[in-house]
């Protein structure tokens, strides 16, 4: 049977340190650390993840500012609120809510933003920082699945670590951060020949298909570490992720759930990031 690693408890840790710290530099040096969240468009789903950031600022003591735009905004104005919260002093990080309406070139939005600013680190000179092995922010799904295999003092050293799915988002910074841990990488992707010969050999599993249990249990290699990325719905339409948790659960040694894996610790490290952003233009770091 495997351990469970909670996101619920490890996010709650890593948000608890970003409180005490943000306590601390505000009485030390007068310092708030501000995050902009810009949506664009109504989908729902967006809004909730919005909702949850501006929870989250809250409670850790950050200034949250929210710009709701309508979906008609058009690149140019979105460009310039971008433009105008880069230069803003009380502003630390910036996230533009993905994705945005199709006649917004996502990357034209992303590459306004300061990189000193993108807490989500999609940025391309901060994912060529990653790329390197000197950065100052993580992509914080990446990010948060490090602090979840750390927080049980997995090792990565050496081991097979094969992640499913090659988005710039997930899949390919999750195997950057394997490999600068020493781990042997395996990106794994829909073109991918023999998939289930290459996931059985894994030490460790990092799921990010966005396919509802596409992870079965014959995957899986007894005693394996298995990491859930995926957020779908079920036949059902309940929520669920990319890993069968039944057939495989009693295979591995650690799983993370969905919920409460690896989906509450995004947020707790864009929360990390904008501390450690705060930091930098205050020239704590
Ligand atoms: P994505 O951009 O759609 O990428 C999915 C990847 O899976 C692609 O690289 C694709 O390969 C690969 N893939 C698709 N079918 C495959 C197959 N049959 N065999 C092997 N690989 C296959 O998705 P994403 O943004 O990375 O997200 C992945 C999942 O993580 C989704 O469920 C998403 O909702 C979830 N997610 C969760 C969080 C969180 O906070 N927990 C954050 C972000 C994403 P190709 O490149 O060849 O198409």
Do not use: W
């Not at 971008?82 to 199709?102: C, D, H, M, R, T």
């Not at 950057?176 to 990488?185: D, I, Q, R, S």
């Not at 570490?225 to 040694?253: H, Q, T, W, Y």
Request: proline share 5%; with cysteine; aromatic share 4%.
């Amino acid at each position: 049977m495997a351990k469970i690693i909670s996101g619920k408890i490890v996010s709650q840790r890593v948000r608890d340190d970003v409180k005490r710290e943000t306590e601390s530099i505000k009485a030390k040096n007068g310092i708030v650390p501000g995050l902009a969240v810009v949506i664009v468009g109504d989908d729902p789903a967006s809004r909730v993840y919005v909702n949850n950031k501006k929870k989250a600022c809250a409670e850790v003591g950050f200034k949250s500012e929210e710009y709701a735009l309508s979906a008609e905004t058009t690149q140019e104005e979105l460009i310039a609120l971008v433009k105008k919260l880069n230069a803003s002093p009380e502003i630390n990080g910036i996230l533009v809510q993905l994705p945005l309406p199709k006649h917004i070139n996502e990357k034209a939005v992303i590459e306004a933003i300061s990189p000193e600013k993108d807490v989500d680190a999609f940025h391309v000179s901060n994912v060529g920082r990653i790329m390197i092995g000197d950065y100052h922010f993580l992509p914080c799904t990446p990010a948060g699945v490090m602090e979840l295999i750390h927080s049980e003092n997995i090792e990565i050293c050496g081991k097979n670590c094969v992640v499913i799915g090659r988005s710039n988002i997930v899949g390919k910074p999750m195997a950057m951060l394997l490999l600068h841990e020493n781990g042997t990488v395996t990106i794994t992707h829909s073109r991918t020949k023999n998939l289930s010969e290459i996931t059985r050999n894994a030490d460790i599993l990092v799921a990010a298909v966005g396919k509802p249990k596409f992870v079965t249990g014959d995957m899986v290699k007894n005693g394996a570490v298995v990491i859930d990325v995926g957020m779908d719905r079920d036949e059902n339409g309940k929520l669920c992720g990319d890993v069968d948790f039944d057939s495989v659960e009693p295979k591995a040694s650690y799983i993370t759930p969905v919920p409460g894996g690896v989906g509450p610790m995004t947020i707790a490290m864009l929360m990390k990031n904008t501390l450690m952003a705060a930091k930098i233009q205050n020239g704590l770091i």
